[in-house]
């Protein structure tokens, strides 16, 4: 099991080393695992979760309008966010 913990480590490092170059110089930006941008009226993002115990990667593609940002600040009555 060890072993499988360090494959699938350096797969992760590597799968995201090679996504740096890749990036550069367009909308998406990387924080950790996670890839995102806004694009247009929308944000999106992808989490990419690599399992260490499993050969087993996914990415999960989120996208949210952001229409929706004033709606949750009047909720929680955070004016200030408001533009």
């Known amino acids: 099991m060890a ?5 699938r480590t350096d797969f992760e ?5 090679e996504l740096g170059p890749l990036l550069k110089g367009g ?4 924080s950790q695992c996670a890839l995102y941008g806004r694009f ?10 690599v399992y ?7 990415a999960e593609l989120r996208i949210k309008p952001m229409a929706l940002d004033p ?5 929680l009555d955070i004016a200030e966010n408001q533009c």
């Open 3 to 7: 072993n499988l913990y360090k494959v």
């Open 13 to 17: 490092k590597a799968m995201l080393k």
């Open 27 to 30: 909308p998406w930006k990387r």
């Open 40 to 49: 247009g009226d929308g944000y999106q993002d992808v989490f990419l979760s």
């Open 52 to 58: 260490r115990d499993a050969a087993r990667t996914i």
């Open 71 to 75: 709606i949750l600040w009047d909720i």
